[in-house]
């Protein structure tokens, strides 16, 4: 499995920007489906966004969609969630998570928490009003 680690969460005023990493360790995460999930306090883990390996398609939950990205890059070994126009209900722990290499998945598995293997230890972000 890869191991996961993920950086750059903070406290950001409504309508800033924040950039969130996930470094991929153990081997190179070329073949892998990624994904951003959330859970704020009291809240089930919620999908954020993904990106699918086989075609390089992303998919974004209907909430952020508009004001977040996964870029990702292959040779750092790192997927990135970019955060724009954040609002405060946008404050939870975010987590980065990978499945397993080579798997392909729908774009609708891909929002499953379930479909993933591996899980980094996640990040708090606080959006104040």
């Known amino acids: 499995q890869v191991q996961l680690v993920e950086s750059g969460g903070g406290l950001v005023q409504a309508g800033g920007s924040l950039r969130l990493s996930c470094a991929a360790s153990?081997?190179?995460?070329?073949?892998?489906?990624m994904g951003w999930f959330r859970q704020a306090p009291g809240k089930e883990r919620e999908f954020v966004a993904s990106?699918?390996?086989?075609?390089?398609?992303?998919s974004y939950a209907d909430s952020v969609k508009g004001r977040f990205t996964i870029p990702r890059d292959n040779a750092k070994n790192t997927v990135y969630l970019q955060m724009n126009s954040l609002k405060s209900e946008d404050t939870a722990v975010y987590y980065c998570?990978?499945?397993?290499?080579?798997?392909?998945?729908?774009?609708?598995?891909?929002?499953?928490?379930?479909?993933?293997?591996?899980w980094g230890q996640g990040t708090q972000v606080t959006v104040s009003s």
């Open positions: 998570a990978a499945t397993g290499d080579g798997i392909i998945l729908s774009g609708y598995d891909l929002r499953v928490p379930s479909r993933y293997t591996s």
């Open positions: 153990g081997r190179t995460f070329s073949r892998n489906g």
């Open positions: 990106f699918n390996w086989s075609g390089g398609s992303t």
